[in-house]
């Protein structure tokens, strides 16, 4: 969106509400924005903006745009999982403005009091994103977050694996299974180094509820996991399409579906007209996630963050972005800039027989702790 679109969108909700937009629990304390806002109908953005993501999840293109056209810098930084994402808040980093907690811990963070609440009467692209996606349970009414990309959590594998021709992995026991992983498990095998989605994949395949607190259950997948971790190269869910599926260091992934996507199109080839990895939801069913955008309850930014949301939700920027990071978009307006590849991409916008396999993961609460011990024995055996 163009700044004056923007000035002029804050000029009329001024005109609605009466008052300046943005509001929440703090202000830009370093631009005094609110006041500025109230005398000359526009809001006074801060010099930087520090934002904390998943690696590998932005078009970075479109952060130098944001920086170009508002005269923001953007402080850049990345994190591995939602446990390391709140593991760094709790430890007191403070400066960090907009982060991207997926669903089950916008719930734990909302608990914790990390996050500032939003209207979003004062983040007019929310109109873009697709009804469905908008008010979920973990954050009722949008009061805290919205919507930025949406996937699942599957298996993907080399195409040109010999015994992948003959046994495409349709289960998690490609994974897990002994008997199975001797097949390729010198070709490499990589798992998402994520304390709820590999305990979630184990709980799934042994037929329980990925948020299951049952203890019993709980170390029944610990067992699992231990069994079949000798036969694992690597846990990376930071850069394992970049480091280990395109270049071929692994055979086979737990992997994230735009990931594998990405990996998918970056070994594409021209003659053949087909990629070297490809993506699949085990029959067992498997998890599907949304992230989202929100803003720390510590931002003193909190105008800008408000601003650098409402780009995020342009149609053009939802659109770039998936078409960079090859995840689903919630945002419904910016269906129509999106690749036709990636449109009809099932791997990516699965059919609802597919969909229907699909569960959230949701907060554990107090009973964090059991998975916390369950990640530490599997982290912490040789
Ligand atoms: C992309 C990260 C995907 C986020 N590298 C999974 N919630």
């Not at 408000?306 to 972005?321: C, Q, S």
Request: net charge negative; glycine share 6%.
């Amino acid at each position: 969106m163009k700044k004056l679109t923007w000035i002029l969108l804050l000029v009329l909700l001024m005109a609605a509400c009466g008052g300046g937009p943005g509001g929440g629990p703090s202000s830009d304390s370093e631009a005094s924005s609110d006041a500025g806002a109230e005398s000359s109908g526009e809001v006074q953005l801060a010099d930087e903006l520090s934002v904390y993501n998943w690696s590998e999840y932005i078009d970075e293109e479109k952060l130098a745009e944001y920086e170009e056209t508002y005269g923001v810098d953007i402080i850049y930084d990345t994190f591995a999982s939602n446990e390391d994402l709140l593991a760094k808040l709790q430890a007191g980093a403070e400066g960090y403005d907009v982060i991207f907690p997926s669903d089950y811990m916008v719930a734990n963070m909302i608990d914790l009091g990390l996050l500032a609440e939003i209207d979003t009467a004062d983040i007019p692209n929310f109109a873009n994103i697709d009804p469905q996606f908008a008010n979920a349970p973990f954050d009722p009414g949008n009061a805290h977050c919205v919507p930025y990309q949406w996937g699942t959590t599957g298996i993907g594998y080399q195409a040109s694996n010999e015994f992948f021709q003959e046994n495409p992995p349709d289960s998690w026991a490609y994974l897990f299974d002994p008997a199975l992983l001797e097949k390729y498990a010198d070709d490499g095998v990589n798992v998402l180094n994520d304390p709820r989605e590999l305990p979630g994949a184990a709980l799934i395949y042994l037929g329980y509820d990925p948020n299951t607190t049952n203890p019993d259950e709980l170390n029944e997948a610990r067992d699992l996991i231990l069994t079949a971790k000798p036969y694992w190269k690597t846990f990376n869910s930071e850069d394992y399409d970049d480091s280990l599926l395109i270049p071929g260091e692994v055979t086979l992934t737990q992997g994230w579906s735009g990931d594998v996507a990405n990996a998918y199109w970056s070994t594409y080839d021209d003659e053949t007209e087909d990629g070297d990895w490809y993506y699949s939801i085990p029959q067992e069913g498997a998890v599907k996630w949304l992230d989202n955008i929100c803003i720390t309850a510590s931002s003193e930014r909190y105008d800008t963050a408000l601003h650098f949301m409402n780009y995020l939700l342009d149609a053009e920027v939802g659109a770039a972005i998936t078409n960079f990071t090859y995840y689903a978009s919630p945002n419904l307006a910016a269906q129509e800039f999106i690749l036709d590849e990636i449109l009809q991409d099932e791997s990516i916008f699965p059919p609802d027989e597919v969909q229907d396999k699909l569960v959230w993961l949701t907060q554990v609460g107090e009973d964090s702790f059991l998975y916390d011990e369950l990640w530490t024995a599997v982290k912490s055996s040789q």
